[in-house]
């Protein structure tokens, strides 16, 4: 199948490599841009490297991209570092960070992967500039504090996006489904990464012929099953 992909181009490099290890060839469609804050990211750098978090929670790859070679290396001796995914996980590891694996993909579970040891904990969330407050409140509610670092924020592109050539389209996020501008599915098969991304899509009246586990190898595992 031919499967437009919603990406932004920071985080779409080796899509075409997954896809074709499926069988299938990937359309990097792209309803959001990245735009880089780099005195947010020198601020959180700053405040890791001084050892002022107990604990640091990277809810996608780009963030560890970014961050991964500024950080000192040593500083999992202090920290308690987390990747949401092991795509996540092995880009800090890539640059000596040692750091854990999150054990599903999405971020409501990272308080109870944590449980009581949060309690007390500065915890950082370097991230993108999309409100996620689930997991802020559930760090606070659980006794741990919350320092969110919103490194990069992610604007609608306004493009109409051609999907009339591809067999499905897979929506990485509630928030790319929501700004994509597509016209028209025609026979193309909308597809959910997640059930958080389903949901939004259901909200408006879109059905997903697919919903994975939150990852695109997830969601591509499903389709085998359609």
């Not at 991964?68 to 960070?97: E, Y």
């Not at 599915?185 to 939150?214: H, N, Q, S």
Request: aromatic content about 8%; hydrophobic content about 45%.
């Amino acid at each position: 199948m031919r499967i437009a992909v919603t990406r932004v181009a920071e985080k779409a490099k080796d899509d075409a490599a997954l896809f074709a290890s499926f069988g299938h060839e990937a359309k990097i469609i792209s309803p959001l841009s990245a735009e880089l804050h780099a005195n947010i990211v020198q601020q959180f750098i700053l405040a890791a490297n001084d050892r002022q978090f107990d604990a640091i929670f990277f809810t996608s790859a780009y963030p560890a991209e970014v961050c991964a070679p500024l950080l000192s290396r040593d500083i999992a001796k202090t920290c308690r570092i987390t990747g949401i995914g092991p795509k996540t996980t092995s880009v800090l590891h890539r640059f000596g960070i040692a750091a854990e694996t999150l054990p599903s993909f999405y971020s409501r579970d990272y308080v109870p992967h944590l449980g009581d040891w949060i309690d007390g904990k500065a915890v950082a969330l370097p991230r993108a500039a999309v409100p996620n407050p689930e997991l802020i409140h559930a760090i606070e509610d659980a006794g741990g504090i919350a320092y969110e670092y919103r490194l990069y924020s992610l604007n609608p592109t306004n493009e109409v996006l051609d999907i009339g050539d591809c067999d499905a389209v897979l929506f990485t996020s509630a928030y790319s489904f929501r700004s994509a501008n597509i016209a028209d599915y025609g026979r193309t098969l909308p597809l959910a990464i997640g059930d958080v991304t389903a949901c939004a899509m259901r909200e408006a009246g879109v059905e997903p012929a697919v919903v994975g586990d939150g990852s695109l190898d997830g969601t591509l595992s499903a389709l085998k099953n359609l």
